[in-house]
């Protein structure tokens, strides 16, 4: 699986503290069923949780899945 992060997405997770290994668990999830939504089209919004907060205090992001099984994220204000 290949996963990419706009130039906003990628900035934004350092401000929060969210690292590569919460969004790898979050796509892997996804592709198994596990999301709050889905958008069509391919769109998926999903919780990721931020480490010490679990994933009720995480983050919503909206991930966009190719049908070559590759991931791009985005961030849901």
Request: without cysteine; proline residues 0%; hydrophobic residues 45%.
């Amino acid at each position: 699986m290949r996963i990419f992060k706009t130039k906003l997405f990628n900035q934004w997770l350092g401000k929060i503290g969210l690292d590569n290994e919460a969004l790898k668990i979050a796509v892997k999830e996804i592709v198994s069923g596990l999301y709050e939504a889905s958008l069509d089209g391919h769109l998926f919004k999903r919780r990721i949780h931020i480490k010490g907060k679990g994933k009720s205090s995480g983050v919503r992001t909206i991930i966009a899945f190719k049908k070559d099984d590759t991931a791009f994220l985005y961030i849901d204000f």
